[in-house]
T-cell receptor, first 113, second 114 residues
Framework: DSGVTQTPKHLITATGQRVTLRCSPRSGDLSVYWYQQSLDQGLQFLIQYYNGEERAKGNILERFSAQQFPDLHSELNLSSLELGDSALYFC????????????FGPGTRLTVT | AQKVTQAQTEISVVEKEDVTLDCVYETRDTTYYLFWYKQPPSGELVFLIRRNSFDEQNEISGRYSWNFQKSTSSFNFTITASQVVDSAVYFCALTKGGSEKLVFGKGTKLTVNP
């Protein structure tokens, strides 16, 4: 158990819908990262927050957004969902500030039908 | 741009065999960090090791060992006396020092048969 929690574990929804994925980092970690794992793209970095502020952006679609709250949990919002958004979404956390190892949550498997 | 190549898509071995997973990376940065993660069938990503670009010492942890060679831009992972529980997808990853985005390879699926 990495100490990073993600809810829900599975999510099935229809095209055009909007969903919210939630992540709680390990106790004491200030950085939260979101990654998408799909069969064709592999593991891709989406976005990083550090202590409530957006720190880095990767291949995140405009239909996707994220935020980190004062209690350091983070939410990833996916809207106008398409079939191609079906993937495993991971949240990771690290102490932050410099390059520390990232510990990953169990992931949320999103299926868009 | 940074890139990680894991040329072996799938490897199948019999229990107790040694197996080496290859990882070749590309970066123009002088400071960088390399990682290995394990993804068992249950799906989570488990951190195995971090190595920085200034430390080329090989590392051993039980049956696991890592060989870092800057001259060939490789960071290979060897499992000695493999076990069925080692069956998983293994990912090599790279990050720039001071920046924390991980760039992953495509992964190598290891199957250890009894």
């Amino acid at each position: 158990d990495s100490g990073v929690t993600q809810t829900p574990k599975h999510l099935i929804t229809a095209t055009g819908q909007r969903v919210t994925l939630r992540c709680s980092p390990r106790s004491g970690d200030l950085s939260v990262y979101w990654y998408q794992q799909s069969l064709d793209q592999g593991l891709q970095f989406l976005i990083q927050y550090y202590n409530g502020e957006e720190r880095a952006k990767g291949n995140i679609l405009e239909r996707f957004s994220a935020q980190q709250f004062p209690d350091l949990h983070s939410e990833l919002n996916l809207s106008s969902l398409e079939l191609g958004d079906s993937a495993l979404y991971f949240c990771a956390s690290s102490v932050g500030g410099r390059t520390y190892e990232q510990y990953f949550g169990p992931g949320t498997r999103l299926t868009v039908t | 741009a940074q890139k990680v190549t894991q040329a072996q898509t799938e490897i199948s071995v019999v229990e107790k065999e040694d197996v080496t997973l290859d990882c070749v990376y590309e970066t123009r940065d002088t400071t960088y960090y390399l990682f290995w993660y394990k993804q068992p069938p249950s799906g989570e990503l488990v951190f195995l090791i971090r190595r920085n670009s200034f430390d080329e010492q090989n590392e051993i942890s039980g049956r696991y060992s890592w060989n870092f060679q800057k001259s060939t831009s490789s960071f290979n992972f060897t499992i000695t006396a493999s076990q069925v529980v080692d069956s998983a997808v293994y990912f090599c990853a790279l990050t720039k020092g001071g920046s924390e985005k991980l760039v992953f390879g495509k992964g190598t699926k290891l199957t250890v048969n009894p």
